[in-house]
C-alpha cells in the first residue's frame, strides 16, 4: 500500500527494518520514495517508528536490513557529516559558547569555505529566517522561537539538497508555532529543498505538508495528501488518529452497488462506503467525522441517511458549535456546526435526528 517506489524517487526507504535487539522490529519492512522537493511528513505516536527511519535516514542509525538511497545512491555505509544532510532537532543543538554567526560558520568551515564566501552565506541564510540583527549573539540572549530560526538557518547555511526535522516547534507557544509552521513550509518551497519531517502533531502534518505518512507499530498504515488522509482514511487507526472522529460498530449485512448495509450493535441498519470489508457477516467500525452530520432538516439532503439522537451536551466555541449526543447507545457521538444564524442551538436532553450522506460514512476494520 505505502510502496511509492520510483525511478525520479530523491530519497529512498527499500524494504528497510530496524531491530535494536535483534528480536523486535521497530521498523518492519519500510518501502517509501519522495520526489526532489517534496515536504513528507512522518506522523504517528510514541514508539511508532517515526523517528528510528529519520535518524537512520542521517545516518544516526543503522538498518539493520534493506536499503536507503539518496538521489539513487545508496547511503548506508556513508557516515552522518557526509551526506550532506541539513538537520533541525526539537532542542536545537546549537553551540552555547558560539555567536549565532560562529554557529552558522561551523558547517561552512566543516567543508573548508573561504571567509568571505562563509560571511555572504551566513547574512544571506540569516536574512531567510529574518535574523541578521541577532549575528552577535550567543544562544542564551534569544528566545526558544529565535533559537529555532538559528538552528533552522544552521541547516540551510550550506544548502543541502535534503533537511530532516525531528519535532523542531515541540517546544514552542501554540501562536509561535503556526507562525513557524507557515515560514518552514514557505521556506522549503522557495528553496526547492526536500524535507522530512517527523511530529505527533496531526494539525502541523496536515497544514505543512504535501504527503503524510501515517506510521503505527512500525509500518506506514497510510502515505496520502492531507486532504485524503482526512477524507479518505484507509482503516480505523488513521481515521481515529487524524483529527477528530465518530465511530458505530456493527456487522455488514451485504454489500451491493458499492455501499455496504451495516446493522449496528444497537439494532439500526445504515449504509456505508466498504472500505476494509468485503462480505457479508465481517465485523466493521463505521467512520463518520463530526462535520458531515447535519440535524437541521431543512440542510438535509434528499438521499442522506437518518437516526434517532439525544442531545447530551451543546458548547459554543466561538465559529463552531461543538454538540454530543446519544446515538445507537453510544454517548460520544460528537457533532460540529458552523456559528451561522439559522443554526439552532440544541438543548441537553432534546431528542433530535441527524443525518449525513452515505458516501461520507466509510465501513473500516473492526
Known sequence: M?????????????RVQKSYDG???????????????????????????KTTCLMMLAG???????????????????????????????????????????NLSFPLEVRKMGKSKREEKIMRTLDMVQMRDFAGRRPAQLSGGQQQRIALARALVFEPEL???????????????????????????????????????QTEALTMSDRVAVFDDGRIQQLAPPDKLYEEPENSFVAQFIGENNTLEGTVQDIRNGIAIVKLDSGELIDAKPVNVSKAGERTRVSIRPERVEYNRERLQEDAFTLK???????????????????????DFVIKTRNAPDQDRLTPGTQIEIGWLPEDCRALDA
Open 163 to 201: 533537511v530532516l526535522m525531528d519535532e523542531p516547534l515541540g517546544a514552542l507557544d501554540k501562536q509561535l508555532r503556526e507562525t513557524l509552521q507557515f515560514e518552514i513550509t514557505k521556506l522549503a518551497h522557495d528553496l526547492g529543498i526536500t524535507v522530512v519531517y517527523v511530529t505527533h502533531d
Open 2 to 14: 505505502a510502496n511509492t517506489k520510483s525511478s525520479d524517487a530523491f530519497v529512498e526507504f527499500e
Open 309 to 331: 439522537a439525544e442531545v447530551l451536551e451543546f458548547i459554543y466555541m466561538g465559529d463552531i458549535f461543538r454538540t454530543r449526543l446519544r446515538v445507537a447507545g453510544r454517548d
Open 60 to 102: 544516526f542509525e543503522t538498518a539493520t536490513y534493506g536499503d536507503i538511497r539518496l538521489d539513487g545512491v545508496s547511503i548506508n555505509n556513508i557516515p552522518p557529516h557526509k551526506r550532506g544532510i541539513g538537520m533541525v532537532f526539537q532542542n536545537y543543538a546549537l553551540f552555547p559558547h558560539m555567536t549565532v554567526a560562529e
Open 23 to 49: 528480536e523486535n522490529l521497530v521498523v518492519k519492512d519500510l518501502n517509501l520514495s519522495l520526489p526532489k522537493g517534496e515536504f513528507l511528513t512522518m506522523l504517528g505516536p510514541s514508539g511508532s517508528g
